[in-house]
């Protein structure tokens, strides 16, 4: 059973960029077919999925915020991390990394609040 653990980056200032680590347990970062996803939600609206990295390694982003993400990965920690930059007060959300498999989330941490605030 995988599972799937956030880090708690807590409170984050306007401009400056948020990371977050992802740490994977109970299964390979790189096993073929899966893609390793930050999806968030902030307060009062959906699921928002934000990117993802593929187990070749090769990275995938949402038009809205590919400018100002990106995706990367620590293979012999078996972590995979979100950079946002430039966040603001609508950055504020809940974060999840998850596991899909074709359409399917089927593993997910159990989410982190990041509150983007002076």
């Known amino acids: 059973q995988v599972q799937l653990q956030e880090s708690d980056p807590g409170l984050v200032k306007p401009s400056q960029t948020l990371s977050l680590t992802c740490t994977v347990s109970?299964?390979?970062?790189?096993?073929?077919?899966?893609?390793w996803t930050w999806i968030r939600q902030p307060p009062g609206k959906g699921l928002e999925w934000m990117g993802a990295?593929?187990?070749?390694?090769?990275?995938y982003y949402s038009p809205t915020l590919k400018s100002r993400t990106s995706i990367s990965r620590d293979t012999s920690k078996n972590q995979f991390t979100l950079q946002l930059s430039s966040v603001t007060p609508e950055d504020t959300a809940v974060y999840y990394c998850?596991?899909?498999?074709?359409?399917?989330?089927?593993?997910w941490g159990q989410g982190t609040q990041v509150t983007v605030s002076s």
């Open positions: 990295i593929a187990s070749s390694g090769i990275t």
């Open positions: 998850a596991r899909s498999l074709g359409n399917t989330w089927d593993s």
């Open positions: 109970g299964g390979s970062i790189t096993t073929n077919l899966y893609y």
